[in-house]
């Protein structure tokens, strides 16, 4: 994943249409594990890397601090998203063979200049 929706989101919309993955879902999805907020899947999220030089999800949000960092989607944090899935953080998608889609089974790319204290603290996207 790498970014993360908070319970700052209003469910304006503005993100979802700007992902070039559309790893964002409506809270009105059956794939979202919230209700009143927007979700980010954390197996599609590029972090718009190939696409913009930031997340444009984060230059479409009218809200300070709705998009924070989270932890690169590599194998080095299985556990991490493992956890968070069991959790109910994440609703990672289960595929039919490969079963839940974890990133030693697809890791995604990331902007690797974002420290990672602040990716650990879920700092705000754009105090970079």
Known sequence: MAVLITDECINCEACASECPVAAILEDSNEKNPYDEK?????????ECVGHADEPRCVEACPTEGAIV???PYTAEFNEYYKEKNEQGIYNIRVHKKKGLMLPEI????????????????HATIGEW
């Open 38 to 46: 927007f979700y980010i899947k954390p197996e599609s999220c590029v």
């Open 69 to 71: 960092w989270d932890m």
């Open 106 to 121: 697809k890791s995604q790319p990331f902007i690797e200049d974002i420290a990672m204290s602040d990716r650990e603290s």
